[in-house]
């Protein structure tokens, strides 16, 4: 089966830092696009940087820009989304999708969504 899990949200404080990972079971990272994306509550699910399996490609959403950085480890099938410097507005459940990646994220360009998990980001 296909699958994405993501780990690594909690509760951090404004100015922290949270790795989330995005493994994948059933299939291969290797030659996949990874987005990754985020839904506030009372919000639609926003794109928040997806990186290309070729090409060197990455993008963030400008008000990530400067403070989380994509990347992969393809030997684990992993994907990770290093978040700094975290404020409240960042308080979202954030998902893993396979999908296109491009400057402009969509979400009906993306599939085989995880389950979500959670990031907190308050005092």
């Known amino acids: 089966q296909v699958q994405l899990v993501e780990s690594g949200g909690g509760l951090v404080q404004p100015g922290g830092s949270l790795r989330l990972s995005c493994a994948a079971s059933?299939?291969?990272?290797?030659?996949?696009?990874i987005g990754w994306f985020r839904q506030a509550p009372g919000k639609e699910r926003e794109g928040v940087s997806c990186?290309?399996?070729?090409?060197?490609?990455?993008y963030y959403a400008d008000s990530v820009k400067g403070r989380f950085t994509i990347s992969r480890d393809n030997a684990k099938d992993t994907v990770y989304l290093q978040m700094n410097s975290l404020n409240s507005e960042d308080t979202a459940v954030y998902y893993c999708?396979?999908?296109?990646?491009?400057?402009?994220?969509?979400?009906?360009?993306?599939?085989?969504w995880g389950q979500g998990t959670q990031v907190i980001v308050s005092s």
């Open positions: 999708a396979v999908g296109v990646c491009r400057e402009l994220m969509r979400e009906d360009e993306y599939g085989a």
């Open positions: 059933g299939f291969t990272l290797n030659h996949i696009d």
């Open positions: 990186g290309s399996s070729s090409g060197g490609r990455t």
